[in-house]
């Protein structure tokens, strides 16, 4: 099975050193796994024993299009009441434990791998009924309708399910794995997961309007970032401006794997 990594939270000790990666600018911003301590977590509304890790929300100089939360679930919390902006449409993506997620009253088990796309105004809820925490990646996005295309509908699938397909001219060595076919239009944002084996490159600065929010899932590489070449590695988190320059290297000894938020299929609003 594959390694994701979760966050555990704790805190430094007292005689650690304070400097560390995290970098904020106006291009991309890195928020490195050791940031993701406990002082920094958050609650949610109508969730019980529950934080959150909050690695983008839309901001001034920040993320326009989406927000993403880290989710940690002790045994016996949850929410029936998830979500409270009925406009908000969500992806959750499983890295740890496991627990059920309902949707439309029927119940279904989730796990390390597993995922589910959740439309706008879906009425979910999701209970941790085992003995440990479970950890998932929860990404919303505003849902922008377009007259004559229907909305999407809920669905939950698995890592292992879904299709990976390999990019042109790499023999694999860099592959996307797509829960939702790009040409469905019925979708205005993907969360996919990239994989680059050890020696992998994204061979060019890839520099295009759709926003970025990037969760190493497993790994280490060095990305390529506006100007800036910058090492990062399992936990890390990235936020990639639409239209920041981007590249990488995929460092080994293993895989390097990322779920990759973007936006897509949609006009630009005026």
Request: with cysteine.
């Given at each position: 099975?594959?390694?994701?990594?979760?966050?555990?939270?704790?805190?430094?000790?007292?005689?650690?050193?304070?400097?560390?990666?995290?970098?904020?600018?106006t291009?991309?911003?890195?928020?490195?796994?050791?940031?993701?301590t406990?002082?920094?977590?958050?609650?949610?509304?109508?969730?019980?024993?529950?934080?959150?890790?909050?690695?983008?929300?839309?901001?001034?100089?920040?993320?326009?299009?989406?927000?993403?939360?880290?989710?940690?679930?002790?045994?016996?919390g949850?929410?029936?009441?998830?979500?409270?902006d009925?406009?908000?449409?969500?992806?959750?993506?499983?890295?740890?434990g496991?627990?059920?997620?309902?949707?439309?009253?029927?119940?279904?088990?989730?796990?390390?791998?597993?995922?589910?796309?959740?439309?706008?105004?879906?009425?979910?809820?999701?209970?941790?009924?085992?003995?440990?925490?479970?950890?998932?990646?929860?990404?919303?996005?505003?849902?922008?309708?377009?007259?004559?295309?229907?909305?999407?509908?809920?669905?939950?699938?698995?890592?292992?399910?879904?299709?990976?397909?390999?990019?042109p001219?790499?023999?694999?060595?860099?592959?996307?794995?797509?829960?939702?076919?790009?040409?469905?239009?019925?979708?205005?944002?993907?969360?996919?997961?990239?994989?680059?084996?050890?020696?992998?490159?994204?061979?060019?600065?890839?520099?295009?309007?759709?926003?970025?929010?990037?969760?190493?899932?497993?790994?280490?590489?060095?990305?390529?970032?506006?100007?800036?070449?910058v090492?990062?590695?399992?936990?890390?988190?990235?936020?990639?401006?639409?239209?920041?320059?981007?590249?990488?290297?995929?460092?080994?000894?293993?895989?390097?794997?990322?779920?990759?938020?973007?936006?897509?299929?949609?006009?630009?609003?005026?």
């Amino acid at each position: 099975m594959t390694n994701y990594y979760a966050p555990t939270g704790g805190l430094p000790a007292q005689t650690d050193m304070l400097t560390g990666r995290a970098v904020f600018t106006t291009a991309y911003a890195v928020i490195p796994k050791g940031v993701m301590t406990d002082i920094v977590t958050s609650n949610l509304p109508f969730w019980e024993k529950t934080r959150a890790w909050v690695l983008a929300r839309p901001l001034s100089g920040f993320a326009e299009t989406f927000s993403q939360y880290v989710v940690e679930v002790a045994p016996g919390g949850g929410s029936t009441r998830p979500e409270t902006d009925k406009a908000a449409q969500g992806v959750i993506f499983v890295v740890k434990g496991g627990f059920t997620l309902t949707i439309a009253g029927e119940a279904r088990a989730m796990r390390p791998g597993s995922y589910a796309y959740l439309p706008a105004g879906c009425d979910w809820q999701v209970h941790n009924d085992s003995e440990t925490p479970t950890t998932f990646h929860w990404v919303r996005k505003i849902y922008r309708a377009v007259d004559g295309i229907a909305t999407p509908a809920a669905f939950v699938t698995d890592e292992g399910a879904a299709t990976t397909v390999a990019m042109p001219d790499t023999d694999g060595v860099w592959a996307t794995t797509r829960f939702v076919d790009p040409a469905d239009m019925r979708h205005d944002m993907h969360v996919n997961i990239v994989t680059l084996q050890p020696g992998g490159v994204i061979p060019f600065a890839e520099t295009h309007v759709m926003e970025h929010g990037l969760y190493v899932l497993e790994g280490k590489a060095v990305y390529r970032l506006n100007q800036d070449w910058v090492e990062v590695e399992a936990g890390d988190f990235m936020w990639l401006r639409a239209f920041c320059p981007q590249a990488c290297y995929a460092g080994g000894p293993g895989p390097f794997r990322y779920l990759l938020y973007k936006d897509v299929n949609r006009h630009m609003p005026l």
